[in-house]
């Protein structure tokens, strides 16, 4: 028997004849096909009137440099002892691997044709979980169209990043562990947990989001379904750990000068530097003192106890960027070359992060309005519209959060999971210094998604407060 459970018939008939419900949805309806094609179009156009003429623009996503060279070094590594020792001694397997393959194949193209390739298919997905939630097919086109729009989903296809291979794969986990709330068959938890896995080996933020899932599984459908799908997400990602074990005498992904322990302590030194000149002296003295620049998640939470309102601030300056900042510079700064100067105030030590840490937020928009022109009034613009997106999903989440009782209903449990999903992005990217907004782009299609249905709910209530 393939399937773990049954659930009842939705009014959405939202599976018939064995058939995948996926496929058969967008042959019923080629909206989602038309908007991939233009989207296609436009990477297409992207590649040839951006790439092709600056190939430099590959290598400007976050340590693109640093990752290229770990992917030549594994395609040159000896099979054998050496190949071992390289894998587990140049970080995370999916930070590299991954590319170094598509690299092998094609050159820089091929990793850009499959990332392009991957964006779109997560887009399709948007389009489809869109369904579960019940929306008009004008409002799941409007939520693919403003995903695929989105500057992350635009830039990071073309460039060397984790993320457009992280993303995709997390956005298409999402729709198969929904798909499995109305049609629990094993192909596709396994499926759902594999990609969960995939994503998981390329960011490991997402390492505890499998326990999420299945709890999700076990309400809506039962706990076998929950137990199966984490087996299948839990089990490739432990056994790599178990691997790095054996190599390095430490369990875990990979160790490299970006993990958890450098992040912390980085964490900790940005903190201290915003400090008055005694409390900082005693806070360095106390836990900045570590050779390897190392720092424990017990030590950094002892840390935050004891400095609560700094830290508090420190937070505070995440939020802002995780829910306030746009990610238009990815366009007009990273992709476009729009401003000169602009590259070096997103350098983490000396750019607008931390000239924010130390003057504020007033001083720190005369400065980036002074220094950046018109590419910082475009930013401004992100800004504003991602506020707005922001708040019509916290409309979207507080529309399923009023139906908590109806929670084994599968689309309760949807529109609850994307709500939960964010949150979860957001808590657990506050390992990494200094937040920016592209830590947000995982959830980001969570986002729209509730900002939809946050639109229609707003105007489902005007519309009944005209009718009284």
């Known amino acids: 028997m393939n399937e773990l459970g049954r659930v009842g018939t939705s009014e959405l008939e939202l599976s018939r004849g064995g058939k995948s419900v996926f496929v058969d949805v967008l042959r019923r309806s080629n909206t989602a096909f038309l908007i991939a094609a233009a989207f296609a179009l436009l990477h297409i156009g992207l590649v040839v009137a951006v790439d092709l003429g600056d190939p430099a623009l590959f290598l400007r996503a976050d340590r693109a440099d640093e990752r290229l060279n770990a992917l030549l070094g594994l395609l040159t590594a000896e099979p054998g ?49 869109g369904s579960f939630l019940e929306l008009s097919a004008r409002a799941r086109a409007a939520a693919m169209t403003l995903y695929l729009m989105l500057p992350h989903t635009l830039v990071f ?37 594999v990609c969960l896995a995939l994503a998981t080996f390329i960011r490991p933020i997402m390492l505890l989001w499998p326990f999420v899932a299945a709890g999700a599984l076990a309400i809506v459908v039962r706990p076998r379904a929950g137990v199966a799908y984490a087996v299948a997400a839990l089990l490739p990602v432990l056994a790599w750990m178990s691997f790095i074990g054996m190599q390095t005498g430490e369990f875990g ?54 400095y609560p309102g700094a830290s508090l601030k420190h937070l505070l300056r995440d939020g802002l960027a995780f829910f306030g ?22 350098d983490p030590e000396r750019g607008w992060r931390r000239h924010l840490e130390e003057h504020g937020i007033v001083r720190t928009t005369y400065y980036l309005a002074h220094t950046l022109g018109a590419v910082f009034f475009i930013s401004l613009i992100g800004a504003a519209l991602t ?82």
């Open 81 to 129: 002892p050496a190949l071992e020792q390289y894998l587990a001694t140049h970080g995370i397997l999916g930070d590299y691997a991954a590319h170094a393959l598509l690299y092998l194949l094609g050159g820089r193209l091929a990793i850009v044709i499959v990332q392009v390739a991957l964006a779109l298919v997560s887009g399709l997905c948007v389009y489809r979980i």
């Open 325 to 346: 900042k746009s990610g238009i510079e990815r366009i007009t700064i990273d992709y476009l070359a729009l401003s000169s100067s602009a590259k070096s105030l997103q």
């Open 157 to 193: 296809p073309h460039q060397l990043a984790s993320e457009a291979l992280h993303i995709p794969l997390l956005v298409i986990s999402t729709w198969l562990l929904v798909e499995s709330f109305y049609r629990p068959r094993l192909a596709t938890l396994v499926a759902g947990g």
């Open 387 to 468: 506020v707005c997106l922001t708040a019509l999903a916290i409309v979207g989440a507080a529309h399923f959060a009023a139906q908590w009782r109806a929670l084994r209903k599968p689309r309760v449990m949807t529109g609850l999971l994307l709500a939960v999903l964010i949150i979860y992005v957001f808590w657990f990217s506050q390992v990494i210094n200094a937040m920016q907004s592209r830590h947000r782009a995982p959830a980001e299609f969570a986002l729209v998604l509730l900002a939809v249905v946050g639109w229609g709910a707003w105007r489902a209530r005007r519309s009944r407060r005209r009718l009284y």
């Open 253 to 306: 992904l990979g160790k490299s000068s970006h993990g958890l322990e450098r992040n912390l302590y980085e964490r900790v030194e940005r903190i201290t530097a915003t400090l008055s000149p005694a409390m900082r002296a005693q806070a360095h003295e106390q836990y900045l003192q570590d050779a390897n620049r190392e720092l424990g998640p017990v030590t950094y939470m002892r840390f935050s106890i004891e």
